[in-house]
């Protein structure tokens, strides 16, 4: 009887020494994953913040560049800013007057429409006048005018050199309407777009 008391003791020491080191080996690894989960969230914050700040400084080192292209809406009058394969340059639409005749051409819908413009050269290369202005005119309607060459208007034709500007005209073919808007670079993008929106009261008849 003594003897199995004896063995029941050493098996129940043995059952609570066990669990006792199954807690001492438990508790260390817990604080170690603990640990490295905490490192793991610092260091993704990190990441995330550095990125956030990359992200910011690459937004204010674009939006914050002279000379950056972006589409406008301008009037009669203004100044656009033009970036495009062909070059950089500002194109200001002073105004545009009606003509029943070009030559011994009659327009094939209401009117001519002659606009009056200055091309200024800001970029570092030669650029071509007649690429440089063509364009579309659009009535209330959205029926679109595509620009026209004739001899019989001041065409900007020529070369334009680095630091230039000229001026010449531009001729469309076009309805009468309440409001135009004449758009450079329209569904083009390689390039940006400006729009001169107009009513029909602006223009000199």
Same mark, same amino acid.
């Given at each position: 009887?003594?003897?199995?008391?004896?063995?029941?003791?050493?098996? !129940?020491?043995? !059952?609570?020494? %066990?669990?006792?080191?199954g807690d001492t080996n438990?508790?260390?690894?817990?604080?170690?994953?603990? #640990?490295? @989960?905490?490192?793991?969230?610092?260091?993704?914050?990190?990441? *995330?913040?550095?990125?956030?700040?990359?992200?910011?400084?690459?937004?204010? #080192?674009?939006? =914050?560049?002279? @000379?950056?292209?972006?589409?406008?809406?301008?009037? &009669? @009058?203004?100044?656009?800013?033009?970036? =495009?394969?062909?070059?950089?340059?500002?194109?200001?639409?002073?105004?545009v007057r009606l003509v029943?005749?070009?030559?011994?051409?009659?327009?094939?819908? /209401?009117?001519?429409?002659?606009?009056? !413009?200055?091309?200024?050269? *800001?970029?570092?290369?030669?650029?071509? %006048?007649?690429? !440089?202005?063509?364009?579309? &005119?659009?009535?209330? +309607?959205?029926?679109?005018? @595509?620009?026209?060459? &004739?001899?019989?208007?001041?065409?900007?034709?020529?070369?334009?050199?680095? %630091?230039?500007?000229?001026? %010449?005209?531009? &001729?469309?073919?076009?309805?009468?309407?309440?409001?135009?808007?004449?758009?450079?670079?329209?569904?083009?993008?390689?390039?940006? +777009?400006?729009?001169?929106?107009?009513?029909? /009261?602006?223009?000199?008849?």
């Amino acid at each position: 009887m003594k003897r199995f008391l004896f063995l029941v003791s050493i098996l !129940v020491l043995s !059952v609570v020494v %066990g669990c006792s080191n199954g807690d001492t080996n438990d508790v260390p690894g817990n604080q170690e994953q603990e #640990k490295s @989960g905490t490192e793991n969230i610092e260091v993704n914050n990190e990441q *995330i913040e550095d990125e956030d700040i990359s992200n910011e400084n690459a937004d204010n #080192k674009e939006s =914050s560049g002279n @000379g950056k292209a972006e589409d406008a809406t301008l009037k &009669l @009058g203004e100044t656009g800013f033009m970036k =495009s394969p062909i070059g950089e340059y500002e194109i200001t639409v002073h105004n545009v007057r009606l003509v029943d005749k070009v030559g011994d051409y009659p327009p094939l819908t /209401d009117s001519f429409f002659v606009f009056n !413009v200055s091309i200024t050269n *800001i970029g570092d290369n030669t650029i071509s %006048g007649s690429d !440089v202005v063509i364009s579309d &005119l659009f009535n209330e +309607e959205d029926r679109k005018s @595509g620009s026209l060459i &004739l001899e019989e208007i001041n065409v900007i034709d020529e070369d334009i050199e680095p %630091g230039e500007t000229v001026e %010449g005209e531009i &001729l469309f073919d076009q309805s009468f309407s309440d409001s135009y808007s004449l758009i450079f670079g329209y569904a083009i993008i390689t390039s940006n +777009e400006l729009t001169w929106n107009f009513s029909f /009261d602006e223009i000199d008849k």
